[in-house]
């Protein structure tokens, strides 16, 4: 594997957290070593699931504090409504530890000035910009967002976006084998069925940004060797 690949980094999906103890659920993701909190946000449009909004956003960040990077995920249908709303909670001045991935599939390749435009106004809010792609869309849609530099990370989704507790669908790596072949520096995420087996697979493929919710959260007290074993799967290939 070529020195250059990007770090380990490993993000619990709060989507699987006690939202009764949102606050608590975060801090403790952390204390076990958490690199990014993931933050799935729905909007009842784009997918069959609703999650929070900037008012729950908010909360959180003040929760966690500002060093903390919160990786949302907008399966929504105005994602630029949404990361406008998601970063005026916070003063809508310096969002440098704040993820903004949309999905390719509300710009589709007509859309694709749509989609440049966001990526921009997500850098101006000095926001990580990130594409997501479903299970269905292949990888070469991103590549003129990639050619632009105009994200940072894809998001390559081993689910149906919408549902925590899914099955990992292997035959969706493939997608990142390809952008790995391309582009060695680049973060490339996974989301879905990702588990500490799975996570192996999906290192070998070229991810380094492991999002996981039932695995992590369902470990109870031993979240903290979950996240240990998903950091190494991909720490093993690098
Ligand atoms: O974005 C999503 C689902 O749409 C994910 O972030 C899930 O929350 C991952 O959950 P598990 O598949 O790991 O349970």
Redesign the pocket.
Known sequence: MPDERPVAIVAP?L??CDFGNLGAEAKRMLAAGADWL?V?V?DGHF?D?LTLGPVVYQGLRRAVGDAVFLDC?F?TTAPSFWVEAFARVNGHSDQANMGCTFHYEVFGEDGLPLALELCRRIRALSARPAVAIRPSTPAQAVLPLLEEAAVDMVLV?T????????R?MPECLSKAVFLRERYPNLDIQV????TPETAKSAAQAGCNVL??????FGAGPNASQVIAALREAVERVH
């Open positions: 999906s989507l699987s993931h799935d729905m997918v699931n995920h399966m989704m689910v149906e976006p919408g549902h925590g507790g899914q990992f989301d879905g069925g990702i999002v996981s919710g039932s695995a992590i």
